[in-house]
């Protein structure tokens, strides 16, 4: 009888193929949970614009970060936005797009403020028909983590 002994060599390929694989999936677990970090700050922009467009301002506020709740209260917010959009601009509704996020590793919503780490910046485009025309807004919009979730910051840097 012969017996069969597995070559050193053929341990190495098996070493090699089974070392190949792990790196694959270690990188491919990191680029998801990148991907999926910047879809999931966006689909909340898109949320915090889409209850703008139709005038639900109580809804889009609760998507704010709690620094920026504080600087103006709900009933002040809801207010605000409605007689701007709705009484300034004579218009119901407007559309958006939303571009794609950029990452910032640390960012400030005012100069001496708190320093947010994994911040990502979306630059919004909000185009309005009313009584005075046909105008167009950008604004820079970004969202941080907030107690797991992601809300929505404005830059108030002067």
Same mark, same amino acid.
């Given at each position: 009888?012969?017996?069969? $002994? ?6 190495? =390929?098996?070493? @090699? ?21 910047? $879809? ?7 949320? #915090? ?19 920026? /709740? ?10 605000? $936005? ?25 960012? $400030?919503? @005012? ?7 994994? =911040?990502?910046? #979306?630059?919004? /485009? /909000? !185009? ?8 167009? #807004?950008? /604004?820079? =919009? #970004? =969202? ?10 404005? !830059?108030?840097?002067?």
């Amino acid at each position: 009888m012969l017996k069969r $002994r597995r070559s050193k060599n053929g341990n190495k =390929v098996i070493v @090699i193929i089974i070392g190949i694989g792990l790196i694959f999936i270690f990188f491919y677990i990191v680029f998801s949970l990148l991907v999926n970090a910047e $879809r999931d700050a966006r689909k909340v922009v898109s949320e #915090f614009y889409n209850y703008e467009s139709n005038g639900n301002y109580g809804e889009s506020w609760n998507l704010l970060h709690t620094g920026m /709740q504080v600087r103006f209260d709900r009933g002040t917010y809801v207010q605000d $936005r409605a007689h701007v959009f709705n009484g300034h601009f004579g218009t119901d509704t407007f559309t958006y797009e939303v571009s794609e996020g950029k990452k910032l590793k640390e960012w $400030r919503m @005012i100069k001496d403020g708190e320093t947010f780490k994994a =911040v990502y910046e #979306f630059k919004v /485009q /909000q !185009d309005f028909k009313g009584k005075y025309g046909h105008f167009m #807004f950008v /604004q820079y =919009v #970004f =969202v941080g983590k907030e107690e797991g979730e992601w809300r929505i910051l404005w !830059d108030y840097n002067k």
